[in-house]
């Protein structure tokens, strides 16, 4: 790994990511995109933070302009035996209109009967806590997620509830750290801080390829700041500017336990809007 060994050298590599940052949020994506705004206090004001935050947001700004998507996945959950069992789902999503917001988003589980019907309703925020709903069919009720439950895992996975809002840039604040080949691919290595202060974690280490600029792996810290999860990212593909990974596996290195997702079917500018997230569309759900 190379390491910030001075200062100079590292506000050379900021001013070309600077460049390089400014020139792509006006290139293609600019006619459809949200609205691009640095937040002072999540860049920070030493060379270390804004580095590895122009770093993040040029990775965050590759997924703008997609509008709205959906998506069909398998869940794939192992436990420590080994032993695997599957879940149906889809996922729908509504792009924000500004970096000041979140995405919103729902995800439906179609099978096992055990938890068929069962959806979760995200609208991530920045500083405040997101408001999120889960509708549970069994009791034909929609139950709200408190702030203090969010580190919780979901139906029974390795993914917290917060983590399915984690991809806001502002909810953070960054530190770069160096670069690391992985995979054979050189990465930028940033590790990022919730400002949000009930996060079930204290940080994440992030690393993000330096070609299509996309997150590789990813590192969860507990509250006690000891290594509790990772992400490994994977197959990429790219849909008109906008990538998305296909596999996301997550391990528990305390429970020694693995849930996979896997994408597929993928659709954008389906035609989705802010009433396909309210609340009340969790009753009607078929």
């Known amino acids: 790994m190379s390491v910030i060994h001075s200062v100079k050298p590292l506000r050379a590599a900021l001013a070309a990511v600077l460049i390089n940052a400014s020139a792509f949020s006006f290139g293609a994506l600019a006619q459809s995109a949200p609205v691009f705004e640095a937040d002072p206090a999540a860049k920070g004001d030493t060379p270390e933070s804004q580095m590895g935050y122009e770093i993040a947001a040029r990775s965050d700004r590759t997924d703008a302009g997609f509008g709205d998507s959906k998506v069909d996945a398998t869940m794939m959950l192992r ?4 032993q695997t069992s599957e879940r149906s789902l889809s996922f729908s999503t509504l792009e924000k209109e500004d970096e000041t917001v979140g995405d919103k988003s729902l995800v439906i589980f179609n099978s096992p009967r055990d938890v068929e019907g069962t959806a979760l309703l995200s609208h991530a925020n920045i500083l405040d806590p997101d408001d999120q709903w889960l509708y549970l069919p069994a009791l034909k009720r929609v139950k709200r997620i408190s702030s203090a439950n969010k580190s919780g895992p979901f139906v029974g996975s390795e993914f917290a509830f917060e983590d399915f809002t984690l991809t806001e840039l502002n909810k953070f604040t960054y530190a770069y750290v160096g670069e690391e080949e992985l995979d054979g691919m050189m990465m930028d290595v940033v590790e990022r801080f919730p400002r949000y202060e009930k996060s079930g974690y204290t940080k994440q280490k992030s690393w993000i390829d330096q070609t299509a600029f996309q997150a590789r792996k990813l590192e969860f810290y507990d509250r006690r700041g000891e290594l509790l999860k ?10 008109n500017g906008v990538w998305r990974a296909h596999r996301l596996s997550m391990v528990n290195h305390r429970t020694n336990k693995e849930t996979d997702l896997v994408y597929s079917n993928f659709q954008f500018k389906t035609g989705l809007d802010k009433n396909d997230f309210q609340q009340g569309i969790l009753t009607r759900l078929r």
């Open 230 to 239: 990772t992400l490994t990212l994977s197959d990429y593909r790219e849909y």
């Open 79 to 82: 436990n420590a035996a080994g």
